[in-house]
């Protein structure tokens, strides 16, 4: 599932009529005389470099066929199955645990994240055991994480508070199973997430805030004010559960950091940067010009894949920073992109749409 939050922030406050952000693929023209070499300049940040190439459909070398193929018929069966018997177990574990319960109900969202006591506890455990397990059944057998002390020159508080929402690059859906093994937090997903069958009881019970990607405005501003009031909440109140968001909107090839929206900087309370760098051989796991159901059979067709995990200090915000949210999202931006080793871009959502549509019209001619 791809995340691409929108930025809560960008209506104006007054009513006033916002500029519609939504990509227009004639805002980028490409016509299909535009080479792959051109556009790969254009938009290097959504380029795979694997062996698999563009879209996941170069000619392989002979003996990635022969691995392909064996893997096809033996690993992949394997690992459905047991992917799917995990999905069960957890989602059957949240269905007691949220029996005779009523959800926690605000602003048209609905969720069991706020619940006390074994059921919480339980939901969590159980969440973050799985998540792992599910993530070994990926092929990701060790993840090392490391710690940055770097902060630059920024100077931080002595006393460590709790952040109030983990800040992550976005490279891949398999993000989202690692910080619910880590943190287990609450994510910002599309309102039609709440509405799949198993999955829609979990996200639940992680607490995420729904969204509706095409609404209005009004219900947008509805949706950031929820954000931030859950964000503060857990910087407070350490029962409270973490929000987590990807804050460029969208998946790039791992090499990238995109602009950052700053509707996860508007509450003015300390962020977690958290950097995940995916390493590979054959193939890259980064879910970006490649469609969803050919990403999953290729990464569970790889008997190995990597994942490393880099975790920055808490990022305390300057008064400067908490009064302008741009500011503070463009510095916790650099601050990663450094102690990643990322190259930033100036791309978004909007050139995604716009490379991925160009490709499948050079595709569809071939």
């Not at 455990?125 to 090392?144: E, Q």
């Not at 509805?222 to 969208?250: C, K, W, Y």
Request: one cysteine or more; glycine letters at 6%; a neutral charge.
């Amino acid at each position: 599932m791809e995340s691409e939050l929108k930025d809560l922030n960008s209506r104006p406050p007054n009513g006033s009529s916002a500029r519609d952000d939504r990509p227009l693929l004639k805002s980028e023209s490409l016509t299909s005389a535009d080479s792959i070499a051109e556009m790969e300049k254009k938009f290097a940040a959504y380029v795979r470099r694997d062996i698999y190439g563009t879209m996941g459909r170069g000619e392989l070398p002979p003996k990635e066929k022969l691995l392909l193929g064996f893997a096809l018929v033996t690993l992949l069966p394997i690992r459905v199955v047991l992917a799917v018997t995990v999905l069960l177990f957890y989602y059957l574990i949240c269905r007691v645990c949220t029996l005779f319960y009523a959800p926690n109900q605000e602003d048209e969202q609905e969720d069991y994240a706020h619940m006390s006591g074994w059921r919480r506890a339980v939901i969590v455990s159980c969440g973050r055991a799985l998540s792992r397990v599910m993530l070994f059944i990926f092929g990701f057998y060790w993840i090392p994480e490391s710690n940055s002390a770097s902060q630059g020159d920024k100077q931080q508080p002595e006393e460590s508070d709790r952040p109030g929402v983990i800040i992550s690059n976005h490279v891949s859906y398999l993000d989202i199973l690692y910080h619910m093994s880590s943190s287990f937090p609450s994510f910002v997903a599309k309102r039609s997430v709440a509405r799949l069958p198993l999955v829609g009881l979990i996200s639940k019970c992680l607490g995420c805030v729904y969204v509706q990607r095409e609404s209005k405005s009004s219900e947008f501003k509805g949706v950031s004010a929820v954000v931030t009031d859950r964000i503060r909440e857990a910087h407070q109140n350490e029962s409270a559960p973490l929000m987590m968001l990807f804050p460029e909107g969208t998946t790039t090839n791992g090499e990238f950091l995109l602009p950052f929206k700053t509707g996860g900087f508007l509450a003015k309370a300390p962020v977690l940067p958290v950097i995940l760098r995916y390493h590979y051989q054959r193939f890259s796991p980064a879910w970006d010009s490649i469609s969803g159901v050919r990403h999953v059979i290729f990464l569970l067709c790889q008997f190995v894949n990597f994942m490393e995990v880099i975790r920055l200090p808490i990022y305390h915000p300057s008064q400067q920073e908490m009064d302008d949210p741009k500011l503070y999202a463009n510095n916790v931006r650099r601050l990663m992109a450094s102690e990643g080793n990322l190259i930033l871009s100036d791309i978004g959502l909007a050139e995604k749409r716009t490379y991925h549509a160009a490709l499948n019209g050079l595709f569809s001619q071939c």
